[in-house]
Every structure is written in structure tokens, then in C-alpha cells.
């Protein structure tokens, strides 16, 4: 649900969407978008309430590592790396009926 709701909001902001859930041998990657000529690799966080901390905390550096790895995996086995490249969030806030109330955007995550 979180991937679907944050490829629409980037898709209403220009974005191209070109692959969502890819999985790689070094993890899985949310949403891959063109953004003009960069490609963005999206990580989606859907939380309901605060409970566990923002969801943005659990982007550590072992996930930020992943997403690298994995990203530079996918792009080359698409024949598309090396490449302008950068790493964004797209934080799904839930409410108590778990339907979106708050879609948070943040661009270069990882300053890739």
C-alpha cells in the first residue's frame, strides 16, 4: 500500500516510475523513478502513529549500505550505471483506520 501511494504522489510530481519491488541479491529496492535526467532510487516507509520511533530512524547504515549496493546492482544489470543517481523517502504517515493522512517527501537522503 505504502509503494502504491508514494509512486502516485512522485507520478503527480513529474516522476517517471520505471520499476517498483525490485529485488536484488543485496536487498530490495522500493520504487526506482527518472526525475529529469537523475535516477532516484525511493525508499517507502508507511508507519502508523509514532510508537517506534519516524520512520526516517529506521534508514540506518546498514540499510543505506543496501540500498547502494542494490542500486548499483539493478542499474547495471539494466545497462544504465554508471549514471546521475540520488536516494529519496517517501514517508507514508497512517492513520487509525490505516488509510494515508500525510505523505512526506525527502530528496537526497543518502547525498549519493
Known sequence: MGEQI???????RGYHVLARNQHT???????ICRDCLEV???????????TYGSALEAIGPLKARRLRGSATW????QGLFP???RF???????????L???????KDLLGA
Do not use: N, T, Y
Not at 508514494?6 to 503527480?12: I, M, V
Not at 529519496?88 to 483506520?97: F, K, R, T
Open 40 to 50: 532516484v532510487i525511493v525508499e517507502v516507509k508507511a508507519r502508523s502513529g509514532g
Open 88 to 98: 529519496d523517502a517517501v514517508v507514508v504517515d497512517l492513520d487509525d483506520q490505516g
Open 74 to 77: 539493478w542499474l547495471s544489470s
Open 6 to 12: 508514494a509512486a502516485s504522489f512522485l507520478a503527480d
Open 83 to 85: 549514471c546521475p543517481m
Open 100 to 106: 494515508p493522512c500525510c505523505v512526506q517527501h525527502v
Open 25 to 31: 541479491p543485496l536487498g530490495e529496492i522500493d520504487l
